[in-house]
Structure formats: structure tokens, C-alpha cells
């Protein structure tokens, strides 16, 4: 996977199918019925009864709508990953104005498969990943991916810059440029 | 005259109890092994209007203490922070200030 700066936003390259496969479970997680998910991404304010009946009856539902709102965002851009030339290996367009939205869908979607997948911090240490089973080892996988895309947004990466999307060749989508 | 002071009286004895009713509230961030650092001081920055630096003093307290008080003051307020620093999906709650 590559990134790179065009005056439309992000670009994303050399998608694999597993890369692909990842970023469309992001709005999938983001809207989970799944207890364990619900209970990361939605949890109580306070801890008193009072307080927390009002939380689940006022702030809960616009939280609610906030995520299916970015979750349909997300979709609307996946929808738009394009093949250039031959290969498999596809280009993903995040535009400026969804770099927020895309920041806490993928931190959502990281969350969700830490949840999903039991995993714990002990996990993410430097042994962890070998104590993992291969399921969490999978999901650890797909949460480093996400993380790269997260970080590339945050501009934690100095990325090569300029021109736009219709100026890149078949020959961007696979190789790194 | 004499109505008016007598309304005066009680309206001074209503709410003097009132103010000292309502404690201020403490906005907490806990930690959590998966998200960015970099992303939470973003976040800081975003919800808060912190400085760079002090969105990055504040995010350093939560990964090392666990948790940091990231804002504190009216309830009303306090609750708005927790929910938007959970549109980002951060660990926040709210707690009241002790004493």
C-alpha cells in the first residue's frame, strides 16, 4: 500500500484484496449491533443511575446517527475505488472534506476488531503477537492497516504532493510512485 | 415597598443554596491501547481549541496515569465535551469534583 497527496485529498494505492476487504468492514463495524462493540464505542457518561439513563436516552441515539451518517460517507467513498490498469491492486480517493470522517470511522473500525476479537493490550506488546491466536492475529492484521491509513491522515508521514487524480497512470495503482 | 422587600428576602434565600448546589464537573479521558497518540491530541485540539502543546501534555498524562482530567467546569457543559469526545471515539466520562 502506498499513499500520496493530490489536490482532491488522499489517495491511497496498491490495494490488496485483503486491504480492500478491510476497508469495507470499516462501515460495517462502525453501525455493529454487537454487545461487545457497542459497549467500546457507546459507553456510559457516569457512573450514577440517573445520569446514565439520561445518557443512554438523549446522547446515545445522536451518537447513534453520527456513526451511520459517516458509516454511508465511507461507503459513498469506497464505492468510488477504482482499478487502474491490468492488475488487481485498486486506488481509494479520500477527499479533504472527509479526512475527519475518516479519521474516527477507521479509529472505530480498530476498536470494533479489538473488541470483537477479544483482544487485549497484552496483545500489542512486543511478545503479544505470538501469544495471539490466528483469528486475533488476523484481526491485529487489519488493525496495523488501519492504523497506516490513520496515521497518513494525521500527517504523521511526509508524502509526495501535487497534481490530481486524473494525472495519475496505470502504472501508479500497483507500484509505489 | 413592603411586598418588595419581602420578595427580595426570598428570592435571595432560594437560590444562595441553589449556587452552592452545583458543583463543578471534571471531563475525563481514559486510557485505551488502541487508539493513536496522535490522534487523541488531534482530537484535544478539535473538541478543546488546545494549543499543540498542551493537547500533546494532556494526551501524554492519559498514556502514562491512565487518565487525565481534560476539562473542568457547569455540567451541561461537561456533558457536551464527553459527547463529542466520543463522536471520536475516545474513553471519556464525567465526574464530579470532589469537596
Given amino acids: ?161 501535487g497534481g490530481s487524480m486524473a494525472d495519475l497512470t496505470p502504472d501508479d495503482a500497483d507500484d509505489d510512485p | 415597598m413592603f411586598v418588595f422587600a419581602a420578595t427580595k428576602e426570598a428570592t435571595e434565600t432560594k437560590t444562595a443554596p441553589k449556587t452552592s448546589l452545583a458543583p463543578p464537573w471534571n471531563v475525563i479521558v481514559h486510557d485505551d491501547p488502541v487508539t493513536l497518540m496522535t490522534y487523541v491530541t488531534k482530537v484535544f485540539r478539535q473538541v478543546f481549541g488546545y494549543a499543540q502543546e498542551h493537547a500533546h501534555r494532556l494526551m501524554m498524562e492519559v498514556h502514562t496515569n491512565g487518565r487525565s482530567i481534560v476539562w473542568t467546569g457547569a455540567r451541561e457543559q461537561a456533558e457536551m465535551y464527553v459527547q463529542k469526545l466520543q463522536a471520536f471515539h475516545l474513553l471519556s466520562s464525567l465526574e464530579v469534583v470532589d469537596g
Avoid at chain 1, 71 to 100: E, F, M, T, W, Y
Avoid at chain 1, 117 to 137: I, P
Wanted: hydrophobic share 45%.
Fill in chain 1, 1 to 161: 500500500m502506498w499513499a500520496g497527496r493530490v489536490d482532491e485529498g488522499y489517495v491511497f494505492g496498491g490495494l490488496s484484496a485483503t486491504c480492500v476487504e478491510t476497508l469495507k468492514g470499516v462501515p460495517m463495524l462502525l453501525e455493529s449491533t454487537d454487545e461487545r462493540v457497542r459497549a467500546r464505542l457507546l459507553p456510559d457518561a457516569c457512573d450514577e443511575d440517573a445520569g446514565s439513563a439520561d445518557w443512554q436516552r438523549h446522547a446515545v441515539p445522536e451518537l447513534e446517527r453520527l456513526f451511520a451518517s459517516r458509516a454511508q460517507l465511507v461507503r459513498r467513498d469506497l464505492a468510488g475505488l477504482r482499478k487502474l490498469g491490468k492488475s488487481d491492486v485498486q486506488l481509494l480517493l479520500i477527499p479533504n472534506s472527509h479526512v475527519n470522517a475518516w479519521l474516527a470511522a477507521l479509529n472505530a473500525a480498530r476498536l470494533a476488531l479489538f473488541a470483537l476479537n477479544d483482544l487485549e493490550a497484552r496483545h500489542l506488546e512486543a511478545e503479544g503477537f505470538a501469544q495471539a491466536t490466528l483469528k486475533q492475529q488476523e484481526a491485529m492484521l487489519r488493525i496495523q492497516v488501519l492504523a497506516e491509513m490513520q496515521s497518513v491522515l494525521l500527517g504523521d508521514y511526509e508524502l509526495e504532493s
